[in-house]
């Protein structure tokens, strides 16, 4: 029996599964966003740990590397945020995704384009508001997913906000494989999004020192849900750096935060002004205290230890509980191809048993 798995996501995207690689700091590089396109997925990049004058040869790049649409990932509390919705314009990039929605001004100039907007949330009342301030779709991450999270499960999480809104609903947090395809497909979702799973290939840039960490992971509990990093709940692989950090003192992590300010000021190459008007701009219209908001350049600076710099002890390391039941890097090509695989044999079994 035949089996399709086009939805409205496949439509929208122009890509041939509706399979989401996620835009992970400092490893959505255009390598792995076009290997991600050209297997049949749709990959975004990591538009907030580029340099901004580098943001437009990574569009570039990853238009070298594949003929297919892709997306950009950015914040709205970057210095550049307006640079680079204009860049995602002037190239014809087809979506971007964000964590916190931008300003109306800047969804309606997207949206002008035709770029698809697709912010991530972790609560259903963010994902009514995305849609209020016009999100095409919406991927909700559950607390199971890597990185910053919320707390409530990924298969509550999703049924809520399907409920609640009429766009497509993406499904993130948990997902590796055909079985949690299919699960997301059968409750309403459109597609799935994976961070962990993508970072765990022959594709990802991350160093073969940090992928042995993470193939190291073989107990769901040792992947934690920590505020140590930046003041804001963040799911890791526990290692030697959060130790220390979970026991150590405010001051500890306070001094963290102005190495990881500076680092990050060289890196991006913005002014003290610049960084601090962000800071402020995140405390104001993001609801973080002031902590919290001088806090947020730890979380990619030390992110860039173990995923750059290729020292796993040192940095942190962002995953999902997942991470646990990942014990191979297969090609972004053969992870695609086992999950469609997978997920059309499941769905045609289901279909004959209904049958």
């Not at 997925?41 to 437009?56: H, K, N, S, V, Y």
């Not at 849609?131 to 809520?160: F, K, N, R, S």
């Not at 979380?299 to 997942?322: R, S, W």
Request: with cysteine.
């Amino acid at each position: 029996m035949a089996v399709s798995l086009d939805t409205r996501l496949t439509a929208l995207l122009g890509c041939r599964y509706p399979i989401i690689q996620t835009a992970m700091g400092w490893v959505a590089d255009p390598r792995l966003v076009a290997a991600t396109c050209n297997a049949g997925g749709f990959g975004f990049l990591a538009g907030a740990t580029i340099e901004p004058r580098q943001m437009e040869a990574a569009i570039l790049e990853t238009k070298r590397l594949t003929d297919r649409p892709f997306g950009v990932n950015f914040h709205m509390y970057q210095a550049n945020a307006e640079e680079i919705v204009e860049l995602v314009v002037r190239h014809q990039v087809r979506a971007v995704s964000y964590s916190r929605s931008p300003g109306k001004q800047m969804i309606a100039r997207l949206k002008d384009a035709g770029v698809v907007c697709m912010p991530t949330v972790g609560a259903l009342k963010h994902a009514q508001k995305a849609v209020e301030m016009g999100a095409d779709v919406v991927t909700v991450q559950g607390g199971e997913g890597g990185g910053h999270t919320g707390a409530v499960p990924t298969a509550m999480l999703l049924g809520q906000v399907l409920d609640a809104v009429q766009v497509p609903v993406v499904a993130a947090g948990g997902f590796k494989d055909g079985r949690g395809l299919v699960s997301a497909l059968a409750q309403g979702a459109d597609g799935i999004a994976m961070g962990t799973r993508f970072l765990m290939t022959a594709d990802s840039p991350v160093p073969q020192a940090t992928l042995a960490r993470y193939l190291a992971v073989k107990d769901p509990a040792a992947v934690i849900v920590s505020r140590a990093i930046d003041g804001l709940p963040q799911r890791m692989i526990r290692n030697e750096l959060l130790d220390e950090l979970e026991t150590s003192s405010g001051l500890r992590r306070w001094l963290l935060a102005v190495r990881s300010g500076l680092a990050y000021r060289r890196h991006t190459g913005l002014g003290l002004g610049q960084l601090l008007g962000s800071a402020l701009k995140m405390r104001r219209d993001g609801g973080l205290s002031a902590a919290q908001s001088l806090m947020a350049a730890n979380a990619p600076m030390v992110i860039q230890k173990a995923m750059v710099e290729g020292l796993p002890a040192e940095g942190v390391l962002p995953a999902g509980q997942v991470a646990a039941g990942i014990d191979s890097l297969p090609g972004c090509a053969e992870l695609i191809e086992q999950i469609v695989r997978d997920a059309e044999q499941r769905l045609g079994a289901l279909c004959r048993r209904i049958s």
